[in-house]
C-alpha cells in the first residue's frame, strides 16, 4: 500500500500586504505617478495574470532588491468583449462583460501588493499614496479574510 502525502495550505501561502487604491487613472498614469512618489521602478509585466478564459489583468511588478520586497501594482476590473447572438435592433452591438479579481471589493480600482520579509510601515506608505493627486483613497486591507485571496497569489 502506498503512502499518501499531504501538504498543508500553510506550507505554500505568501505573505504579503495589500492596499487598495480608488482613482480614476489609467493603469499606466496610476503606476507613473506611483514611480515618482515612492521612487519605484515598476514596469509592466509581459504577461498578463489570466485567472479564467475570461478574465486577465494587466499588472505592474518591481523586485526592490535593496529592502528585499516584490511590488505589484494590478487591476481589480477587466472588461472583455463578448460576442452574443442576438436578434433585433442592437443585434450587431458588441457587448461587455465586467470582471473583477477581488469581487468582494468592486468599489477598488487597483490593489498594490507587496510580498516582504521584515517589518513594513503601512501607514506612513498610505500616506505617501494619498499625496498622489487623482488618488481618490488609499488603505490597508486584510488579505486573510478575502474570499478571493487566491486570484492575488501569483
Not at 503512502?3 to 506550507?11: L, M, Q, R
Amino acid at each position: 500500500m502506498a503512502a499518501v502525502h499531504k501538504i498543508s495550505g500553510d506550507f505554500y501561502e505568501e505573505d504579503f500586504t495589500l492596499i487598495a487604491l480608488h482613482s480614476t487613472m489609467q493603469d499606466y498614469a496610476v503606476v507613473y505617478a506611483l514611480n515618482n512618489v515612492l521612487m519605484s521602478l515598476f514596469v509592466r509585466a509581459p504577461k498578463d495574470l489570466e485567472v479564467s478564459e475570461h478574465m486577465s489583468f494587466p499588472f505592474f511588478e518591481w523586485q526592490d532588491d535593496q529592502h528585499d520586497r516584490y511590488w505589484i501594482v494590478i487591476a481589480n476590473k477587466s472588461t472583455k468583449k463578448e460576442l452574443l447572438v442576438r436578434d433585433g435592433l442592437f443585434q450587431d452591438e458588441p457587448s461587455f462583460a465586467k470582471h473583477y479579481l477581488v469581487p468582494e471589493h468592486k468599489e477598488v480600482d487597483y490593489f498594490v501588493k507587496i510580498e516582504h520579509d521584515d517589518d513594513l510601515n503601512t501607514s506612513d506608505l498610505v500616506k505617501k499614496l494619498l499625496t498622489i493627486p487623482k488618488i481618490i483613497t488609499a488603505y490597508s486591507l486584510d488579505a486573510d479574510t478575502l474570499k478571493s485571496r487566491n486570484n492575488l497569489i501569483f
